[in-house]
């Protein structure tokens, strides 16, 4: 018998935008428990996007960037007697979120030569344009 289902935590709304959306950013950026480090890196970024798109405010950009990002579809395995087939199957949003925000993470930290946050900032920019990686 299984037990029951554990329910899921959502972290309390990050300080300085008061969004639940951007702490769980700041926490998949955190390194070795490094919140502090990881928020300074996250709203430095905010910042440079600030000063390099004028029209819109940080949060309104991020939150572009990740709707620009997240996946619709998935691909899951299914097997159908001996084979195996590939399903698409529309992606949560939470899902979809982390996806999103794991694949901008990544690219960022890709990129050689350069602060973290410049080039995280730059990887969102290119995310709200719908372009780059």
Known sequence: ????????????PDPKYNS???A???NS???QGKKTVAENIVYGAFEIMEQKIQDG????IFNKAMENVRP????KA??????TYQVPIEVAVSRG??????WIRDFARKKKGRPMQNKLAEELISAYKGEGA
């Open 29 to 31: 950026i955190m390194f």
């Open 1 to 12: 018998m299984r037990r029951r289902k554990a329910e899921r935590r959502e972290p309390d």
């Open 72 to 75: 619709r579809l998935e691909l």
């Open 20 to 22: 639940r959306l951007v």
């Open 97 to 102: 979120n982390s996806l999103a925000m794991r």
């Open 57 to 60: 405010n940080a949060l309104k």
């Open 24 to 26: 769980k950013f700041i």
């Open 78 to 83: 299914r097997r159908v007697g001996g084979a």
